[in-house]
């Protein structure tokens, strides 16, 4: 039964549309994931001499144990936001004999050997392997060792029964924030004393017992939640919330437009992708603070560009670059309809613009770091307008996915293809080299009024522009309309 | 209306439709009948201008449909759920339709209140999603949308699939009250010969993307078309 299963993930990873096309993102997340097993690999490794290195006299097993309450707090808020909860397509299922305690089973077993179990091992594995060899206690390690296993293990199942709960966040957040403030103001040694916890650990490695009661706890409990959900009245119960339908009244003074903006801000507003992409806005706002703080980026005036490109553009390259794909679920529909592609496109120009110069506006308080800052956020402003916006658009019409947009956000690569890749470049890295350039040659303020100058231009041809990226997307009308009716 | 000449479609080297010459004139109720993989909902495509056809032309009043846009003016269309817009509910739907068709909201208004015994108190009001609403509302929001706007061509692809009796009943009066003045073109397809046979005065037959029979409705018709399909 088992090979059943696994035989259908396969499939189901293999012959997914999506995997013919995404092979690029594919490549690239398997980097980034050789990235981080080769770091995780390499502090393993080394990084019981480095510590023995920089603290001499102290025992780096007791430093490492010191650490581990952030290290797990760290994760599971990672884990909170980023990992996906087990899925498989266990409707079909439903009605074949099968037990549905195996299908059950089979998810959760599935869920143990996600990215975020495998990764941290390689750093725990090689780490405890320099131990043994430095001559310490063979038992106390492996106690050490499995400890690690069952406790990432645990967080991974504990992570399914918080997640979507915000107070748990807030309780770890809260644990991580008050660990550092009790450490930092010497009151207390929170870190230290769980630390010396897994001191004891490996010295009585027998305890290693507690843990195995522990994962199988919250194994039991994840159990019995998901037992009661396999059945379609569950699968489906959570959906129907009754919709809280908000006046979008004040749109109408947008004329023609008004009917596609307030479609596109209910459509932000009431599916999971966009939803949980709204937090990014809060990121890509505080952007700043990383650099501005940073002594190091003091005398690197183009990270203002970067900066002031990114922080009133999030919006812009969030949303825009999966324009026309967020209308993809229903794009013949729209295709049928009574009105000119101008109106469609005009409407997102409109959003994006809007969103610029309101993400602007809130990112005033950069003042704080100085006049020339908000000066070159505001040229970044006008080149958001008049050229990125505008580039967008263009990049659109090469999109080739369809988007559900009843998926989260996070790592969630769906309708991404290399175009969106590609246009990251002209759209932070143009205005980056060409105000850098005129910086080294001319002077700061002459590069700044430069970038404002080439967005003026951008919004002075905003009409030829359209018409040409109109042109486009007729061009393209068939191959979208093919694209975007296939399942990604 | 609507002239459809020598079209064919190819995927590769396969032909899923290949249709000679038909002729809708204005005010007909025309019926497209066919088994699966007969090529309807690509011929319903191709009117729309969603697919290319591989050879051939559609005009609909004198408008080439693949080569102007003007023909979305007077045509209205359901083809299936991918027209809906999953995350509106009912009336937000009807009323950005209404915003492109030309109608006010009070006309919104005014026009779904006609449909109220055909929603049965299950779309309108309702404070839901239609994206969660069951296959057969959908389909019932989907079609009002389709008649909005005064359309003088409706395109109805399945419209009795997943409809319950009462709701296949009244649509079906919808639809003659449509073609009664003979202003209105109405093209629909079905697998469920009554019905098609009920509500439409001329019916094609189209096998493998062929079209095999074209006759107008008699006494008889019915019996003729069980025929056919009973090899």
């Known amino acids: 039964m088992i090979m059943h299963f696994l035989k259908l993930e396969w499939k189901q990873f293999f012959r997914s549309s999506h995997w013919q096309k995404g092979i690029a993102i594919k490549i690239l997340m398997a980097f980034f994931a050789l990235y981080f097993i080769v770091v995780f690999l390499g502090i393993g490794v080394g990084g019981y001499f480095i510590l023995k290195k920089q603290f001499p006299e102290q025992d780096p097993l007791v430093l490492v144990n010191s650490f581990l309450l952030y290290v797990f707090l760290g994760d599971l808020i990672f884990r909170y936001f980023m990992q996906k909860l087990p899925v498989m397509n266990i409707k079909p299922m439903l009605t074949l004999p099968i037990k549905k305690s195996k299908i059950v089973h089979f998810i959760l077993v599935k869920s143990s050997f996600s990215f975020f179990n495998i990764m941290s091992l390689f750093f725990y594995i090689p780490f405890a392997i320099v131990l043994i060899k430095q001559g310490y206690d063979f038992e106390g390690v492996f106690g050490w060792l499995f400890t690690m296993i069952l406790l990432v293990q645990s967080s991974n199942f504990l992570n399914f029964l918080i997640n979507k709960n915000a107070v748990a966040l807030g309780i770890l957040v809260a644990l991580i924030v008050g660990g550092y403030a009790v450490q930092y103001f010497q009151l207390f040694n929170l870190p230290g004393f769980v630390g010396t916890g897994f001191d004891f650990i490996y010295q009585n490695p027998t305890t290693v017992l507690t843990f195995v009661v522990i994962l199988a706890g919250l194994y039991a409990v994840n159990y019995k939640q998901l037992r009661n959900e396999v059945y379609l009245d569950a699968l489906v119960s959570e959906k129907t919330k009754e919709v809280i339908a908000s006046d979008l009244s004040f749109t109408d003074r947008l004329g023609d437009l008004a009917p596609f903006i307030k479609n596109d801000l209910r459509l932000m507003w009431r599916n999971k992708r966009t939803k949980s992409s709204i937090w990014m806005l809060a990121l890509g706002l505080g952007y700043g603070l990383i650099f501005y703080t940073n002594p190091v980026y003091e005398d690197i005036e183009v990270m203002c560009v970067l900066v002031g490109v990114f922080s009133t553009g999030t919006f812009l390259i969030n949303f825009g670059q999966f324009i026309p794909a967020w209308d993809s679920s229903y794009y013949n529909m729209l295709m049928s309809q009574n009105f000119k592609y101008e109106r469609y496109l005009k409407s997102k120009f409109t959003i994006m613009t809007i969103s610029v110069v309101l993400l602007f506006v809130l990112g005033i308080p950069y003042l704080y770091f100085g006049w020339d800052i908000l000066a070159v956020h505001f040229a970044a402003m006008i080149y958001n307008v008049g050229v990125n916006s505008h580039v967008i658009l263009f990049g659109g019409t090469f999109n080739r996915k369809k988007i559900n947009l009843e998926e989260k956000a996070a790592f969630n690569f769906q309708g991404t293809g290399a175009v969106q890749w590609l246009i990251g470049f002209p759209l932070m890295i143009l205005p980056m080299a060409i105000f850098g350039l005129i910086n080294w040659l001319v002077s700061f303020e002459i590069a700044t009024i430069t970038l404002g100058v080439l967005g003026f231009i951008g919004i002075a041809l905003h009409k030829k522009l359209m018409a040409a990226i109109i042109k486009k997307y007729i061009a393209n009308k068939y191959i979208m309309i093919n694209a975007f009716g296939k399942e990604a | ?231």
Not at chain 2, 104 to 129: C, H, L, M, R, W
Request: charged share 25%.
């Open chain 2, 1 to 231: 209306m609507i002239t459809i000449d020598t079209i064919s479609k190819k995927y590769g080297k396969e032909v899923v439709l290949n249709v000679e010459k038909i002729e809708i004139p204005k005010g007909q109720s025309f019926g497209l009948v066919g088994n699966n993989g007969a090529g309807k909902t690509t011929l319903f495509n191709i009117l729309l201008d969603l697919i290319r056809p591989t050879t051939g032309l559609i005009t609909s009043n004198n408008i080439v449909v693949s080569e102007s846009e003007d023909w979305k003016n007077f045509t209205g269309s359901f083809i299936d759920e991918s027209f809906l817009i999953g995350y509106l509910t009912g009336e937000e739907y009807f009323e950005f339709i209404g915003d492109l068709r030309g109608m006010n909201k009070a006309d919104v208004t005014a026009f779904i209140a006609q449909f109220s015994d055909f929603f049965n108190d299950e779309i309108v009001g309702k404070k839901k999603y239609l994206r969660d609403l069951s296959k057969g509302n959908q389909k019932k929001a989907g079609i009002v949308a389709a008649l909005m706007g005064n359309p003088e061509v409706v395109i109805l692809d399945e419209p009795f699939a997943n409809l319950d009796p009462t709701t296949q009943i009244r649509l079906k009066q919808i639809i003659k009250n449509l073609t009664e003045n003979k202003e209105v073109t109405v093209l629909v397809s079905s697998h469920d010969l009554t019905h098609v046979t009920e509500v439409c005065e001329r019916i094609v037959v189209l096998d493998k993307g062929a079209v095999v029979k074209d006759i107008q409705r008699s006494e008889e018709t019915l019996k003729e078309l069980e025929s056919y399909f009973a090899l």
